[in-house]
Nanobody
Framework: QVQLVESGGGLVQAGGSLRLSCVVSGSMFSFNVMGWYRQAPGKQRELVATVPSGGSTNYADSVKGRFTLSRDNAKNTVYLQMNSLKPEDTAVYYC?????????WGQGTQVTVSS
């Protein structure tokens, strides 16, 4: 069974940093697009950043200049480096993978930024 396994969430003070990781488990299948979404309490799930295999990364305006998405195709893993975190970044972060006619979501990892 193919799964996305996330790690790296936690509690951090405003201005701090966290690094999220997401690995494709159960297959070495390479998805066209991988990335991260997030959902804050009472809000809709929103895009954080995505990257196509061999392409340019797309970031939400709210995280540009603070977050960096990277992808290691050999390890089938994506990383989200989050710097200068703000309380409004508090959310459950979901790893995402897409291939034509198929998409996969991780279970989510909580990121909490205290002021």
């Amino acid at each position: 069974q193919v799964q996305l396994v996330e790690s790296g969430g936690g509690l951090v003070q405003a201005g701090g940093s966290l690094r999220l990781s997401c690995v494709v488990s159960g297959s070495m299948f390479s998805f066209n697009v991988m990335g991260w979404y997030r959902q804050a309490p009472g809000k809709q799930r929103e895009l954080v950043a995505t990257v196509p295999s061999g392409g340019s990364t797309n970031y939400a305006d709210s995280v540009k200049g603070r977050f960096t998405l990277s992808r290691d195709n050999a390890k089938n893993t994506v990383y989200l480096q989050m710097n200068s975190l703000k309380p409004e970044d508090t959310a459950v972060y979901y790893c995402y993978a897409w291939q034509v006619a198929y998409e996969l979501w991780g279970q989510g990892t909580q990121v909490t930024v205290s002021s």
